[in-house]
Nanobody, 124 residues
Framework: QVQLVESGGELVQAGGSLRLSCAASIRTFSSYVMGWFRQAPGKEREFVARISWRGSNTDYADSVKGRFTISRDNAKNTVYLQMNSLKAEDTAVYYC?????????????????WGQGTQVIVSS
């Protein structure tokens, strides 16, 4: 059974940085595309970033491009989201997700496994 556990969310001031981690209990972690999504209060869940099986390809939402970086360590079964220059509008619960394919990877419906989420609050 696949389990994803996020960590690293906390309260941070605007302009600050955070690194989120997602530890995966997947036998063949490198067979999965990993994504980060977020959901702010009263809003739908939205795509943040994704990374291909070995990390050679990444994709970002326009709202985070240039500020966030997704990476993975297949030896540790972990995916990361480095968030810099945080803004109040980045406040949300952040979820990591896993799927085997790459196409349409910005759609949450395409992901098979989800973590429980970690809360990020950016104070302005």
């Amino acid at each position: 059974q696949v389990q994803l556990v996020e960590s690293g969310g906390e309260l941070v001031q605007a302009g600050g940085s955070l690194r989120l981690s997602c530890a995966a209990s997947i036998r063949t972690f490198s067979s999965y595309v990993m994504g980060w999504f977020r959901q702010a209060p009263g809003k739908e869940r939205e795509f943040v970033a994704r990374i291909s099986w070995r990390g050679s390809n990444t994709d970002y939402a326009d709202s985070v491009k240039g500020r966030f970086t997704i990476s993975r360590d297949n030896a540790k079964n972990t995916v990361y989201l480095q968030m810099n220059s945080l803004k109040a509008e980045d406040t949300a619960v952040y979820y990591c997700a896993a799927r085997t394919g790459w196409v349409n990877g910005d759609r949450d419906s395409e992901y098979d496994y989800w973590g429980q989420g970690t809360q990020v609050i950016v104070s302005s």
